[in-house]
């Protein structure tokens, strides 16, 4: 981590590494850290500030999180948010109650916009709240920024302890002005420098792989996708012919996926590009599996065995490299605090503990716009870096119910058609993620005058900035009109096309 940058303290939140986010982006660093962690760890880069995460917890559960105990005499701003400024009221004196009605989603409030914090926003605005417990009892030292239109306090500081704290999820687009608030807390509270770009941040991955690889091998797995082909090519920077990139087509690959692959980093890398086909062996591990957690595993252990084998025949491998991300190891447990597992992904929770290689993820903190940016600083082409995410376990988790072949043939000539459609009509790169899904069920439909019984196609288009929420696409009616007619007429064995208009949260942007 840079010198000088923030520390997020997480609380359970699972808008914590949105958090992080948001500051990297104005190019100041963020780093998360579990709320226990130690003094040392903490404050060894010499932050500017501290930021306690919002999170579940209740400040009245017993064995609930706490902030550290001498954090007021560290010398540094810090900015509770949610839980975290339940956790600096109570710290500090102030009366922290449970609420008669918890608060949830956009709620109105009146700020102080002449404050530091609130600079640069109007008297009233929208947030997001999420919380049970409430603050009440400010005295003299402490100056109230912001109630809600019910009378509750939403924000406060109390200027001798350097303390801020916000009720509301600043981080979240949903509350209009939290970007801006993020922003005062940075440069008018903290004076923090902008100190994080594309280019420090090859830099400083480039020396981190070498340094822990040294003189041994890295095995990586690449997939065609944004992630895996920016790690590929960002150790190929840093260690050469060291590095051995297997890709293993799997069966569960969108159409022309495994040409794709062998056509861009064939001319990109001066690693070695192995291709394995192993769409049989895979296809036999997931017969009869519906569940999609189990999906996921098997997926997982299989890459692993293949990932082994390889070693043994071109080894030894020490390493393996894979396109972790800080959304991916989030979704599938707490990076350090004691946020909620919403599903495994494949390469994060999947794998097996007794795996042979030590794991390589030089992108895990970094997100999907950021790996972007450093894919263009290495070279790689904008209709490469441009492309929406895919995940690991493929096709598997986009069939809902037991994987098939014929299932998987129907899947993505539909997927297909829609994907191409985005870019015919010129939608593709104004959403962050276009998918179809087959459902595990059947209705009935009428064609040439006949009945049919055919599987429907779920069509889903999101936007997003960091996949850790999103808003359903608004596609145009004669766009999602055009689509379902093609996907309708030319894929055998469907009769019907829905579109998906649920947001994240409460949906995830795939059905499994």
Not at 178 to 187: A, K, P, S
């Amino acid at each position: 981590m840079p010198s000088r940058g923030i520390v997020i303290l997480d609380f359970g939140s699972q808008f914590t590494q949105l958090i992080a986010r948001r500051i990297r982006a104005k190019g100041v660093f963020s780093e998360v850290l579990p709320w226990n962690a130690a003094r040392e760890r903490i404050l060894q880069h010499d932050p500017v500030g501290v930021i306690l995460s919002g999170g579940p917890a209740s400040v009245f559960e017993a064995g609930a999180p706490t902030i550290p105990a001498d954090i007021w005499s560290w010398g540094r701003p810090v900015l509770g948010i949610c839980y975290g400024m339940q956790l600096v009221a109570r710290d500090l004196g102030l009366a922290v109650e449970r609420a008669g009605k918890a608060e949830y989603g956009h709620t109105r409030i009146r700020a102080n916009p002449d404050h530091p914090l609130f600079r640069n926003t109007p008297a009233e605005q929208s947030v997001w709240m999420s919380h049970g417990d409430t603050v009440r009892g400010a005295d003299g030292a402490v100056a109230v920024l912001a109630t809600s239109t019910e009378g509750e306090m939403a924000a406060f500081h109390v200027p001798p302890k350097n303390a801020y704290a916000v009720q509301f999820h600043p981080e979240v687009h949903h509350t209009a002005f939290g970007d801006t608030i993020l922003e005062n807390f940075l440069f008018s509270v903290c004076q923090a420098e902008r100190n994080w770009s594309t280019g420090a941040i090859v830099e400083q991955m480039v020396n981190e792989i070498r340094a822990t690889v040294g003189d041994r091998r890295v095995i990586c797995a690449v997939s065609g996708g944004v992630d895996s082909s920016v790690v590929a090519c960002l150790i190929d920077k840093a260690i050469g012919k060291k590095l051995h990139c297997v890709f293993v087509d799997n069966g569960l690959l969108r159409a022309g996926e495994r040409e794709g692959v062998v056509d861009l980093l064939g001319s990109h890398l001066s690693a070695p590009l192995e291709v394995i086909d192993a769409r049989a062996r895979f296809l036999e591990r997931l017969e009869g599996v519906e569940d999609p957690e189990e999906k996921r595993k098997r997926i997982g252990n299989l890459f692993i065995e293949i990932f082994e084998e390889v070693s043994t025949k071109r080894g030894p491998f020490e390493f393996l490299a894979q396109g972790t991300l800080y959304p991916d190891r989030i979704e599938s447990f707490s990076t350090g605090g004691p946020s909620v597992t919403i599903k495994t992904h494949h390469n994060v929770g999947g794998l097996p503990k007794n795996m042979r290689f030590e794991l390589v993820e030089p992108l895990a903190l970094l997100f999907k716009d950021e790996v972007r940016a450093v894919g263009a600083e290495l070279g790689l082409p904008r209709d490469q870096l441009s492309r929406h995410p895919f995940p690991g376990p493929g096709l598997a988790v986009r069939v809902l119910g037991e994987v098939t072949e014929e299932k998987l043939a129907i899947l993505r000539q539909a997927d297909a058609i829609f994907i191409d459609a985005l870019r015919e009509f010129g939608l593709y790169e104004k959403v962050w993620q276009a998918l179809a899904v087959l459902l595990p069920v059947k209705s009935v439909g009428v064609m040439g005058d006949a009945r049919t019984y055919a599987f429907p196609i779920v069509l889903r288009a999101v936007t997003s900035t960091d996949g850790m929420t999103a808003d359903w696409a608004e596609l145009p009616a004669e766009f999602l009109r055009d689509v379902s007619n093609r996907i309708v007429n030319r894929v055998p064995h469907v009769n019907r096309v829905v579109y998906d208009v649920s947001s994240k949260p409460p949906s995830t942007i795939e059905w499994e």
